[in-house]
């Protein structure tokens, strides 16, 4: 079984996702009708939990776009909620070594491989756990100093999908603004680090590039899953724009 993500990603050379970071029932429905391939949900700095995440997500079983989930850490028990109600994939953030995103893939998978306990929430997963583990992308965050320097241990981890950039924490790490991460050379230097060792190892390389330009130049530089606004700055400048037209 594959999922919706790992259909765009076997098709396209880009997928472009959206962002949720507060409890919205349209936000998801909204990003698919602007024709973006996935949409994220945040439960590491959004106003979400993984409950409120696996509400969301079976709403969507009908309507056409991937999902994933941020999580703050490998706890097997959010990551397996969120996937028993049908996340596509997991991206697991402030990874920093092996061992990290070894957990984190272990999490996804059940034993003797994993630690996952099943238990599908969503009729249409069915109950093979075979397909449940085909199906399940996993993603490791790099956004830190210390990840960078484990980058190579992290990508050769069996089963990881991709690598996921933080480009705000990761500047932070490296001494940089995270407003302006994206066009500094240090962390530009870093992010392109990433995509050749993630893509060298077969992986999917993911970023966070928060608008349409950056991710753009993303796109040129090789990234193939980039996630391109929140639906609180969609909302935003679709609202200014509007006020701008009536004044």
């Known amino acids: 079984m594959t999922s919706p993500l790992q259909e765009s990603l076997a098709v396209k050379p880009h997928v472009w996702g959206g962002w949720v970071v507060g409890p919205t029932i349209i936000g998801p429905e909204e990003f698919a009708r602007a024709g973006y391939d996935y949409v994220g949900f945040d439960v590491q700095h959004g106003y ?5 995440v696996a509400l969301l997500l079976r709403r969507l079983e009908h309507v056409p776009i991937a999902t994933a989930v941020r ?5 097997p028990a959010p990551i397996g909620r969120v996937l028993d109600a049908g996340a ?3 991206i697991i953030a402030m990874v920093e070594s092996a061992e990290t995103a070894a957990a984190a893939v272990a999490a996804t998978r059940y034993a003797p491989a ?3 306990s099943f238990g599908p929430l969503r009729a249409s ?10 199906r399940t992308s996993v993603f490791a965050m790099i956004e830190t100093a210390r990840g960078l320097s484990a980058l190579d241990e992290i990508c050769a981890v069996a089963e990881l999908s991709g690598v996921y950039v933080g480009p705000a924490d990761l500047a932070i790490s490296l001494g940089e603004n995270p407003i302006t991460a994206l066009s500094a050379p240090a962390v530009l230097d870093a992010v392109a680090r990433i995509r050749s060792v993630a893509s060298d190892a077969g ?3 993911a970023i966070h590039a928060n608008a349409g330009k950056p ?8 990234f193939r899953m980039i996630t391109l606004a929140s639906e609180s700055a969609a909302l935003r400048r679709g609202a200014a724009e509007h006020l701008r037209d009536a004044q």
């Open 48 to 52: 979400l939990d993984d409950a409120d």
């Open 114 to 116: 994993g630690v996952r």
């Open 125 to 134: 997963l069915g109950v093979d756990p075979v397909a449940h583990e085909e």
């Open 71 to 75: 999580l703050p850490s490998a706890d």
């Open 88 to 90: 596509d994939a997991v």
């Open 203 to 205: 992986l999917v390389p």
């Open 215 to 222: 991710g753009k130049a993303m796109a040129e530089l090789g």
